[in-house]
């Protein structure tokens, strides 16, 4: 698609049956995010994303669309502690998770990682630019390359994580300006989050997407109103079950088996003789 100059979208799921409703509107890529810790699991942090769900939510959403490109986001501190760790986990992701792509967000520092990775034969998505999960170091989530000198160092970044192998680059939270710039410096497709429209690729959460988060994200901006939508059909569900007009169809007897609980009551048992 890049070649070819067409634009691509991705969006980031956490189940089998929104994928499979994804792959079916044609989006080509699905990410199995690490915001799943906060829309899915109610924590504050992406952070706080166990390795385990991570992995069952990448394989969950690969059987719900299986012919959508797949990538699992490595969580915090899953690829951190050792190059044997990060190894260990990265394959867990492509086998268990049955991913596609692994995503980790790095810089120029993670290069030896991706490469050992690449080599390995894991494919790499190098997360760039703003990285939520260093959000406790910089007291929150920062958007990146303002300034000249941090342009430079974010297209740094993308440039030597590709020559150490990553096939994809996730650029977040930046200027137009730092968009252009790693484009240029780079040859392989880059998906852009709050990075503008100069991307080959463009990623939201879903629940962004739908209108299901109460406060999103300046860049991301909803299609629809799932939130009100859903709200309306719970309070229908609670209306209707309160009186007794819950719809659909009810389950009967076999025939012949509702008189035999007619039979069975007219006659005495051993008990009621004794």
Not at 205 to 229: I, Q, S, Y
């Amino acid at each position: 698609m890049k070649r070819q100059g067409e634009k691509f979208a991705c969006l980031a799921a956490y189940d089998a049956t929104t994928a499979r409703w994804l792959q079916r509107a044609g989006v080509p890529v699905l990410l199995a995010g690490d915001s799943a810790a906060q829309v899915v699991l109610g924590f504050e942090r992406t952070i706080d994303m166990p390795i385990d769900f991570a992995i069952q939510i990448t394989a969950a959403i690969k059987r719900g669309a299986p012919q959508t490109l797949i990538m699992g986001d490595m969580p915090f501190m899953s690829y951190h502690t050792s190059l044997e760790k990060a190894m260990h986990n990265a394959a867990r992701f492509m086998t268990e998770g049955m991913a596609d792509v692994v995503k980790l967000e790095s810089d120029e520092t993670f290069a030896p990682l991706v490469d050992r990775l690449t080599r390995a034969g894991v494919p790499i998505c190098a997360h760039i630019g703003c990285r939520p999960q260093t959000s406790s170091v910089t007291g929150g989530p920062v958007a990146a390359g303002r300034t000249a000198a941090t342009l430079q160092q974010v297209v740094q970044d993308a440039v030597a994580l590709e020559q150490a192998g990553a096939v994809l680059l996730l650029i977040e939270a930046v200027p137009e300006e730092v968009t252009k710039a790693v484009m240029e410096a780079t040859s392989v497709p880059v998906i852009g989050i709050g990075a503008g429209t100069s991307c080959d690729g463009q990623i939201l959460v879903v629940n962004d997407l739908l209108g299901l988060t109460d406060f999103p994200p300046r860049f991301a901006e909803p299609v629809d109103t799932f939130g009100p939508r859903l709200k309306a059909a719970g309070a229908e569900w609670v209306k209707r079950v309160r009186a007794g007009t819950i719809g659909g169809q009810s389950y009967t007897m076999r025939p012949g088996e509702q008189e035999k609980l007619v039979q069975g009551e007219s006659e005495p048992t051993n008990a009621s003789i004794n």
